[in-house]
């Protein structure tokens, strides 16, 4: 009987390691992103290809107004994480050549830039002090064949801790929405 | 074996065409399209108010079209997130061609006109109503208003303004990303020129718009833009100084050459609505103004570091801002606007240097 209550009471307690869980299950990208192989089987597996225009990008506030994606996760099946941050959002930009340009939107803590430096080492753009002093407009990485842009995500004051990570193998220019709202 | 064949072709067909069948499957395409999707009432004056329906699936007719085809049409009970009902009477239409199932919703302002005791013929006469209707503002969205002004030109205070509103699905995506959007016109309003809907049968059930969610008034972390219509007819402008830009050479000596620019006097312009190829309109908040500015902001500096960060040669301060307004602009037109020196001149334009939140302290600008 103690036991068949212990049993119970296990059964119907809240469970507070659920986002732990989560956590534990969630996909991480850190090399998926960086291998191209790799992303084509992430996008048959988890996306759907989708097209938005420019102008429902506009009437909706898409994080992704001026930049070109047209594949998005097909469902909630399955959460991300990026060097063990909680990804908010993904979307892959696939051109006609198969090259990639794979978006992250995460909040990103000031002690994860420390971490980033240490596995990517100090950003291009940005000396080491300048770095460690919180002085810089973006970050710009190469890592083998892709090249890599954090930028605050600036969309809205209710993401001003957020950020949107571009991990590409192609020229940027191709990245950039230039079409014209007609 | 053939007569077998033909029968359970037969069945099949008569099947496939059966009122049950056609509600049963437009049902669960409905359902599907829409399980991730939020359902707003939004006007071309860029208010937005959530609502929640209620679709009364068990007394859905299923009618025939003009074409032949099958209409599938269920009254539905729509509600403001205040809990006040709308004005008038709904009804979901769901059509399907060989693209696939197409939705339609319904407006009439009498109260009864939608409901379960509807004839057949009233609903084939709503949905051809709505039909026309959704087209039509498509085609005409800015119309006079009883004073012979535009509706989304500036009025005098007291001047009555035409308000379109649209019904909108939108979709998102696990993590609150839009995946998909669609909207058709419902009614208007003219008598209120703050956007407040119709009265209901109680006396009122108009809500303040600014206690709304009020989805088109985002702008970005620091404020840097401030949008103000100027002197030109339908048309927002702001000015930008001391736009930070910083190029990092690398050297043999593994000694980095920096170069800190700063590019001044930038007048982004955009329209305040424009007409789409459809026909709808779209209109371009100060606050959506200032997120276009400040993305294309944003990604036009990227462009102009990759431009230039291997240049065998290290080009003059004033090549790379140039590329940099460039690139600005280039985006800009994207969005029907511009940017450059002088916009329209007004001295209406407010001029604002560029702040941004430091990462470590995303709240300090």
């Keep these: ?67 070109n994606f047209n594949w998005s996760l097909a469902d909630n099946k399955t959460a991300f994480t990026f060097f063990g941050l909680h990804v908010d959002s993904v979307y892959v930009f696939q051109n006609e050549k198969s090259q990639f340009c794979t978006f992250l939107i995460l909040r990103i803590p000031p002690r994860a830039f420390e971490h980033l430096a240490t596995e990517w080492g100090y950003p291009e753009n940005t000396a080491k002090e300048e770095y460690l002093s919180d002085s810089f407009d973006f970050l710009f990485w190469e890592k083998d064949q ?28 191709e990245i950039m929405d230039f079409e014209r709202i007609e | 074996m053939h007569s077998y064949y033909s029968l359970c ?51 859905a007719l299923v009618v025939s079209n003009s074409d032949g085809s099958q209409v599938v049409a269920a009254p539905v009970s729509i ?37 379960k005791t509807t004839s057949e013929s009233t609903v084939q006469k709503g949905y051809e ?79 303040d ?32 100084n001391k736009v930070a830009l910083r190029m990092v050479w690398s050297t043999l000596g593994n000694t980095p050459i920096v170069r800190l620019m700063e590019a001044n006097h930038i007048v982004y312009g955009l329209p305040t609505y424009y007409t789409n190829a459809d026909g709808t309109t779209t209109t371009v908040s100060a ?29 003059s301060e004033a090549t790379i801002i140039a590329y940099f307004k460039e690139q600005v602009n280039l985006f800009m037109l994207g969005h029907r606007g511009t940017a450059g020196v002088n916009g329209s001149g007004s001295p209406a334009i407010i001029f604002n240097d560029e702040e941004r939140s430091h990462w470590t302290d995303p709240t300090d600008c």
Excluded at chain 1, 154 to 169: A, G, P
């Design chain 2, 9 to 59: 072709c037969s069945c099949k067909k008569e099947q496939s065409d059966s009122p049950e069948y056609a509600l049963k499957h437009a049902k669960a395409w409905y359902l599907k399209n829409t399980s991730k999707s939020t359902l707003s009432l939004k006007s071309n004056a860029s208010v937005s108010k959530k609502i929640a329906q209620t679709i009364e699936w068990e007394q």
């Design chain 2, 209 to 240: 718009p600014s206690e709304d969610e009020e989805e088109n008034q985002k702008d970005t972390d620091c404020e840097s833009f401030t949008f103000k219509k100027t002197s030109t007819a339908n048309w927002q402008e702001a000015g930008l």
């Design chain 2, 79 to 115: 509600k403001l997130s205040t809990g006040s009902p709308l004005d008038g009477s709904f009804m979901l239409f769901i059509t399907k061609s060989a693209k696939g199932y197409k939705s339609l919703m319904g407006h009439n302002p009498n109260k009864d006109y939608f409901s």
């Design chain 1, 1 to 67: 009987m103690k036991y068949f209550l212990s049993f119970l009471i296990f059964i119907y307690l809240p469970r507070p390691a659920i986002a732990q869980d989560e956590k534990k299950n969630a996909m991480e990208l850190r090399s998926t992103v960086l291998d191209p192989m790799s992303l084509q089987k992430l996008l048959s597996e988890k996306f759907h290809a989708v097209k938005m225009t420019k102008s429902e990008k506009q009437r909706s506030n898409h994080p992704l107004l001026l930049l």
């Design chain 2, 287 to 315: 606050g959506q103004a200032a997120n276009i500015a400040a993305e294309a902001t944003e990604y036009a500096r990227n462009l102009t570091y990759l431009e230039f960060r291997n240049s065998p040669t290290y080009p």
């Design chain 2, 129 to 207: 109503i709505a039909c026309l209707a959704d087209a039509n503002h498509k085609k005409q969205q800015l119309r006079p208003t009883n004073k012979g002004r535009m509706a989304l030109a500036d009025t005098g205070d007291d001047d009555p303004v035409c308000i379109d509103w649209y019904y909108t699905e939108t979709t998102y995506d696990y993590w609150g990303n839009v995946i998909g959007y669609f909207e058709n016109f419902l009614f208007t309003t003219c008598d209120d020129p703050n956007g407040n809907l119709g009265g209901g049968g109680d006396g009122g059930n108009g809500s």
């Design chain 1, 146 to 173: 892709f090249q890599i842009f954090i930028n605050r995500h600036r969309l809205s004051r209710d993401t001003k801790d957020k950020y949107i990570v571009q991990i590409f193998n192609m020229h940027y220019r």
